[in-house]
């Protein structure tokens, strides 16, 4: 089966201009996640989708960042306007269960965002 | 507050050996644990899942120790090869929360 797809891999963008994010995750899987990394920094939860519905928003830093997840499938995550500490690799994941079943997160290879 | 500390940031050992890394955590009350595996501009595989009412489980070259009172996850590699050499990263979960993450130690694996 296909993985969990991020696009784009890299943004490199200027402060204050407006960068989406996108994800695709695997046919099937009702449970999508945003996390992200900043440098030096463990790997912090942003928030959560339940199909197409927002379960649980609580890692969300400001009213920037912006994420939808259109009819269940897909999920976009907008930044606007970007800051420098917005700067890290932002990973979503997928999973079919709640995450407690035997299989975890199905993680995608991460947008490696940059604000200049 | 709550924190999950994995023990260190790297660790080296010789090919063949058994790798030991080691999760501890204070404030949580997990209801299950995690290990993925994460390679250099790659999101992180999962491994293994354990319950809290588990003590151990095991997958291949693999073992997974999980002690609620102690409060501490253990991640055993047995007969390191090269091919191991990642950052593995510990996370939990209380029950119906998302995962938090640890920062992950890397592994070297030296031939």
């Known amino acids: 089966e296909a993985g969990v797809t991020q696009f784009p891999s890299h943004s490199v963008i200027e402060k204050g201009q407006t960068v989406t994010l996108r994800c695709d995750p695997i046919s099937g899987h009702d449970n999508l996640y945003w996390y992200r990394r900043v440098m030096g920094k463990e790997i912090k939860f942003l928030l959560h989708?339940?199909?197409?519905?927002?379960?649980?928003e609580s890692g969300m830093p400001n009213n920037r960042f912006l994420a939808e997840r259109t009819g269940g499938t897909y999920s976009t995550l907008k930044v606007q306007p970007a800051e420098l500490e917005d700067s890290g690799v932002y990973f979503c994941a997928s999973s079919q269960e709640q995450g407690w079943g035997d299989y975890g997160y199905t993680f995608g290879s991460g947008t490696r965002l940059t604000v200049v | 507050s709550q924190k999950i500390e994995q023990n260190s940031e790297a660790l080296n050992i010789q090919e063949g050996k058994t790798a030991t890394l080691t999760c501890n955590y204070t404030?949580?009350?997990?209801?299950?644990l995690q290990w993925y595996r994460q390679d250099p501009g790659r999101g992180p595989v999962f491994l293994l899942l354990?319950?809290?009412?588990?003590k151990e489980k095991r997958k291949e070259r693999l073992k997974v120790t999980f002690d609620t009172t102690l409060k501490q996850s253990l991640f055993h590699i047995t007969a390191s090869q090269p091919a191991d050499s990642a950052t593995y990263l510990c996370a939990l979960s209380p029950w119906s929360t998302p995962l938090v993450f640890g920062k992950g130690t890397r592994l070297s694996v030296i031939a």
């Open positions: 404030n949580y009350s997990p209801a299950y």
């Open positions: 989708f339940v199909k197409e519905s927002k379960q649980d």
């Open positions: 354990i319950r809290e009412n588990e």
